[in-house]
Structures are given as structure tokens and as C-alpha cells.
């Protein structure tokens, strides 16, 4: 059997490897990098390397690894912290395009420039506003990724899925992208299809998350024309919304977009069904007292505030949130802050079976991710649930693998 080698950048806990992974025997781990910059400590690596062993696993700035410390590789695979996207308008276009210091993604395009044998797959996640920023040129961004791909070889996918739309137990939306290289076979069967087939009916996404037919809306193609510089000084200067709709395709720098709804009529799993029992819940996680001050953060506020730095009083408004959260629905994504006591208008809360009102416990937040039990366990229950705020639901990752590796039977 020929194996499908995963590289997994800005790995976090191992969302990509533990998906891929299970989805087919075909794929194998040759390497991982994660570093975290905000911090001294490095817990998402060192669970990594617990769960997953040190050999083949690099805990440095990605920014600081060449090229050449990357096994072959077929695929890359990463979900990369979200910024700002575009390429520094200073440089002259002589100088060609280096990109931004520090802007993510320009790490993942020198690595994949660089590479003389580039893999034949990528598949990126990301947050899905990607699609629409910056706010002053809406869509820019991604324009600029897409081109950059397109000049490297690729043609582009993208499908925004949120995971409970297909039965899994949390909202969480995301943009999937996904790469084939012109080396690949999958290049030279979308080549030969049309996009529309291939991103409705045929597609690696569509396979994997059904899209309703009888419901596209706003079907688009448009070019995406000039060098990386124009792209960012050009792109959309004028128009009020992004042209990128939730799916999509590019394709020698022709675009091919429309707005999906999703088809699935198979099970669902709510935040009901991930809950343990009260008696399994330790004192440190139910609500006692402050009972007020949660209540008031979750409530819906109209008031005069004040903003010290600007010395003036303004009008602040934001609707209530679901307090306590349902238990008969997927939950809402779970964040970064979600560990800790203090109260908090976005932190998960649930009532028990005898009313009594709790945070989530970190087993809860990895199994709304579909994480295998305790796989952060190692580090404080307040990096537990960082590292899921930041990491992805497995199953989502799992149903792209698995038709990737159809594909290529
Ligand atoms: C959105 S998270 C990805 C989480 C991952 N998909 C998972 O399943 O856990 C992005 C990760 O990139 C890491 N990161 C940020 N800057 C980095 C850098 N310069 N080099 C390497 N990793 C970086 C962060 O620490 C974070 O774990």
C-alpha cells in the first residue's frame, strides 16, 4: 500500500494527525512542529510528544526551520494562527515577495516554495472570517493566499464546514482548504471535470461534508489577476463585501465560488450527550457563588460606558447568551478561556441534574472536539482547555482523510 506521509505544521495536541490518521492505514506521521511564542512553557508540544513520542517532532519557531530539516512529504497539513494576510506593501516588486515578518502563512508559502518536491496535498484550517478580511478590503487576504497557491502549482479548494451541520457535537466553523498539486492525479481529474461538478458533486469536500443541490446561491466566477503586489493593492478595493463565498474553487487563478447549505440527515450528538454525570464532577468546576456576576456577563446590556484613555462616555449594547447553556443542542465552539473559575460571558456553563449550575471539565471540552479521553491530561486544567480552544474537532479532519484516501485507492 502506498502511504499518504503527513507533515503537520503549527501541530498544537495533533488534531490533523489524530484525524488523518484514523481515517486511513494509508497515512503516516513523518514530521510535526509546534512552538508556542506567547510562552516560556510549551505544553502543546510536550503533550505531543507524550501522546505521540519525541522522534520526528520539532518544538521550534517554524519561522527558524529550513527546508531541508522536512522529510518527503505528500501532504502538509496545518491550522495556522489567524492574522493579518497581506504581503508588505513596502517591498518593490524587483525584490519579489518575501512576505511579512511574522504573518504565519507566509511561513507554510516558503516552505512550500522552497520545496523542490512539493507534496501533492495541502490541507489548511483556519477561521472562517479569512474569507472576508480585511475589513478595508474585504477578501484581500485570501485572494492573496489562493493566487499564491495557484503560482505554486496548486489548484485550491475551500469548503467553510461547521461541524455540527454534520452531526458532530460542537459549532465550531471553520475554513477547510485543501491543495492538490499539478503532479498529482486528483490536479488531472479536476482539470478534466468541471469546478462546478467537482466542488458540488465530486470533490474531496463535497464527498465528505453533502451539500444540498437544490439550495446554491450567488454563483460567481471572476479571475484573480496580477502579481502578489497588485493583488494586495487592487484586490476588491471598492466592493463592500467579500466575493469569496463559503466554497469554492481556483483553478489557474480562475475563481469558482457559490454559496452551499449543508445535506446530512444522520445522527447528531448534542452537548447533552457529552456531559458527565454530576457526581463525576469535582467541586472546583460548579458555580458557587458570584452567581451575579456571571448572570449579569451573559445577560443582554444596554449602557453608558465610559473609555478612560479616549475621556468619553459611549453607548454599549450586546444581547444575552444562552445562560445555561442548552443541552439539547451541538454546543457553540468552545474557546481558549474556557478553563478557570472567574466568571465569564463566554465560558461554557451547564446545569445538572439536580440544578446545580458548572463549567465544562476538560475530558467534556476534548470529547466536544472528538479528541480521545484525556489526551491533554499532563498540564493544569486551565491549559487543558486552552489547548482544545485552540485545536479543531478531529471528526471533520477524519471525513476529509477518508475520501482524500478513496481518491487516491
Ligand atoms: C490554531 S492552533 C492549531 C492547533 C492544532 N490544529 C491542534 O489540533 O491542536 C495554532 C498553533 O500554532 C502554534 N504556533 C504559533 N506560532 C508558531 C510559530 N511561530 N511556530 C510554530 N508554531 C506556532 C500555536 O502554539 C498553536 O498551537
Redesign the pocket.
Known sequence: MEKIKIVE????????RIGLTNASEKFEMVWS?????KTKSQE?SEIYIKRFGEENHSN????KVSIDELPEHNILV????CQDYSVAKCLSQSKGITGKKGV?WW?IHRILRDNKNKPEFILL?NVDRLLSSPASQRGRDFAIILSSLSNLGYIVEWRIINAADYGMPQRRRRIFIMGYHKKSSIYKEIKKDNSEKWIFNNGTLAKAFGININKIFFKKKFNIDGNLIEVTNNFNKKGKFSPFQNCGIIIDRKIFTAKVFPDYDGERITLGDIVLPEEKIPEEFFVNGEYEKWEYLKGAKREKRFNKSRNFYYNYNEGAMIFPDSLDKPSRTIITGEGGSTPSRFKHVVKTENGRLRRLMPLELERLNMFPDNHTKGCTNIKRAF?MG???VIGVIERIGKELSLKLD
Not at 78 to 81: E, L, N, T, V
Open positions: 505544521l503549527f501541530a498544537g495536541v495533533g488534531g490533523f512542529n509546534q512552538w508556542e511564542p502543546a521550534k519557531d517554524i519561522a496545518g491550522g495556522f494562527p504565519l511561513e484550517e489547548l485552540n485545536a479543531l
